[in-house]
């Protein structure tokens, strides 16, 4: 059977204020218990994370503002986020290897001839044969 109002109310009635007291106590330690439990979990989950991306060399300023005050319900929630980071760290490294190539002027010494031969090294032999042959170092017959 369900207690009624009245009963609820008289029994909070008969109880001493000692024990109130102690209630009260009881419900504030839980809520303390409660919120050291979440902040441990919440920094295993960190340092679980953080050996993972070490394990993958990927850098802590990378990673690091993504997993402060984050918390996961389950490890496969957590593998999930880990697998998602190194997923982002491979798109990252991309775009800055495209970046920086783009930024690379490309090479003057480039075209050839139609034998093959680039106009620079066509121009340092044609300069060192005519100062002289044996300028190129080769054994000398």
Same mark, same amino acid.
């Given at each position: 059977?369900?207690?009624?109002?009245?009963?609820?109310? =008289?029994? &909070? $009635? @008969?109880?001493?204020?000692? *024990?109130? !007291? #102690?209630? +009260? /106590?009881?419900?504030?330690?839980?809520?303390? %218990?409660?919120?050291?439990?979440?902040?441990?979990?919440?920094?295993?989950?960190?340092?679980?994370?953080?050996?993972?991306?070490?394990?993958?060399?990927?850098?802590?300023?990378?990673?690091?503002?993504?997993?402060?005050?984050?918390?996961? =319900?389950? &490890? $496969? @929630?957590?593998?999930?986020? *880990?697998? !998602? #980071?190194? +997923? /982002?760290?491979?798109?990252?490294?991309?775009? %800055?290897?495209?970046?920086?190539?783009?930024?690379?002027?490309?090479?003057?010494?480039?075209?050839?001839?139609?034998?093959?031969?680039?106009?620079?090294?066509?121009?340092?032999?044609?300069?060192?044969?005519?100062?002289?042959?044996?300028?190129?170092?080769?054994?000398?017959?």
């Amino acid at each position: 059977m369900k207690p009624s109002k009245k009963s609820s109310k =008289k029994n &909070d $009635a @008969e109880v001493p204020e000692w *024990a109130k !007291g #102690l209630i +009260e /106590s009881n419900k504030q330690m839980a809520e303390q %218990l409660a919120s050291y439990k979440a902040q441990n979990t919440a920094k295993t989950q960190a340092e679980r994370i953080s050996g993972i991306m070490k394990e993958k060399n990927i850098p802590a300023s990378f990673y690091k503002h993504a997993i402060s005050g984050r918390t996961f =319900k389950d &490890d $496969a @929630e957590l593998e999930a986020f *880990a697998g !998602g #980071l190194e +997923e /982002s760290w491979g798109e990252h490294q991309q775009e %800055l290897s495209n970046q920086g190539l783009s930024n690379v002027p490309p090479p003057v010494l480039g075209g050839t001839n139609k034998d093959g031969v680039s106009s620079a090294v066509a121009g340092f032999v044609a300069s060192k044969t005519a100062e002289k042959a044996s300028d190129f170092g080769g054994k000398k017959l």
